[in-house]
């Protein structure tokens, strides 16, 4: 059974940084694909990151480009999203999944275990 828990949502204003953890357990990093999804409210789930299962590949949403990392960490299980430069258009539910694809999918269909979700807000 793969369980994902996020850690690392909060308050944070605007120009301001958050690092988000997805601690994994039922299976190894490196065995699958691994991303990090959003959802603001009133609106539909949004992909973020993601980063293949060798951890060559990421890919990103073009509104988080050049603000946002995701990597992980093989040795403890767990992968991350940096973020900074956040804006309030970054307030959402984020969640963390994991794919059995190989490569870096930005489809919510190819992710088959999701987390419960951390809360991130920003402020203008």
């Known amino acids: 059974q793969v369980q994902l828990v996020e850690s690392g949502g909060g308050m944070a204003q605007a120009g301001g940084s958050l690092r988000l953890a997805c601690a994994v357990s039922g299976r190894t990093i490196s065995s699958n694909a691994w991303g990090w999804f959003r959802q603001a409210p009133g609106k539909e789930r949004e992909f973020v990151a993601a980063?293949?299962?060798?951890?060559?590949?990421?890919n990103y949403t073009d509104s988080v480009k050049g603000r946002f990392t995701i990597s992980r960490d093989n040795a403890n299980d767990q992968f991350y999203l940096q973020m900074h430069g956040l804006t309030p258009e970054d307030t959402a539910w984020y969640f963390c999944a994991c794919s059995p694809r190989g490569i870096a999918p930005n489809y919510g269909l190819y992710y088959s275990y999701w987390g419960q979700g951390t809360q991130v807000t920003v402020s203008s």
């Open positions: 980063i293949s299962r060798d951890g060559t590949i990421t």
